[in-house]
């Protein structure tokens, strides 16, 4: 296929977002420079992903409140991280506690991983490996990469309804790395990454002599609230007696 062909592929979705957005005054020459830049997030290298996460995660770590070096969170994920290791497939991992009452715990492609106090509360150490295993596992899995590059063609074509003057929605152009991380924090993966992800987990978790069964019992948590880190499919109770199943063949 032809360089001109894919831009207008990708070009295509970026029209019908500004139909929805009611724009009515792009130039012909922004809408070929919104289709490029479309191409480009289609083909964004493995670098590019990282460093768009980079960026991403940095925003979202000005914008939290960050729990200091000496704080009994940070010293209680630094034991539980000394355990999972800081390297995933190549990738280095970083991990922070974000002083929050929120649920939750994410991942992004640079290997960036922060866990909500909120979490640290409600769950065990292994627990929170669990937790940890399948966040690590939606980066090896390149599910954080497809992520990332989602949230960044729908921040194009965002700024292509920018272009027709609507201030609300230039607004959000402007703070691109932000609704970038927050696209990402907040993706709805399929039911088959989900379970491969937990799968990895227990994999993971098995293969570095932690003991899986916290991964059972976290779902067994996350199911008793709305916990946005809990995705609705499968559901918790599935997902749980999964790695029991998985548990129950190891001892065989």
């Not at 792009?26 to 670098?47: F, W, Y």
Request: net charge positive; aromatic share 4%.
């Amino acid at each position: 296929m032809k360089k001109h062909q894919k831009t207008l592929l990708v070009a295509l979705p970026l029209v019908a977002a500004m139909s929805l957005a009611g724009c009515k005054n792009i130039s012909t020459s922004d809408l070929a420079s919104l289709g490029m830049k479309g191409l480009e997030a289609a083909t964004l290298s493995d670098n590019d992903v990282k460093a768009l996460s980079q960026q991403s995660c940095a925003e979202m770590d000005a914008q939290s409140k960050i729990a200091p070096a000496k704080s009994a969170y940070t010293k209680r994920l630094n034991k539980i991280a000394k355990a999972l290791g800081n390297n995933i497939n190549g990738t280095p991992v970083n991990y922070k506690v974000y002083i929050t009452k929120d649920v939750n715990a994410w991942a992004m492609a640079n290997g960036c991983v922060r866990v909500y106090s909120g979490l640290m509360d409600m769950m065990t150490d292994n627990e929170i490996q669990g937790v940890l295993g399948h966040e690590l596992g939606h980066v090896a899995l390149g599910h954080s990469k497809k992520a990332i590059q989602l949230a960044y063609t729908t921040e194009l074509a965002r700024d292509a309804a920018a272009a027709s003057g609507n201030a609300s929605v230039a607004s959000l152009s402007k703070s691109t790395l932000g609704a970038l991380a927050e696209s990402v924090i907040n993706a709805q993966f399929s039911q088959s990454q989900e379970q491969d992800a937990d799968n990895f987990s227990f994999n993971y978790l098995v293969k570095r002599k932690i003991n899986p069964a916290g991964l059972a019992s976290a779902f067994d948590k996350l199911g008793g609230g709305d916990a946005s880190i809990l995705s609705s499919h499968p559901s918790s109770a599935q997902r749980a007696e999964n790695i029991r199943n998985k548990i129950a063949e190891l001892k065989k």
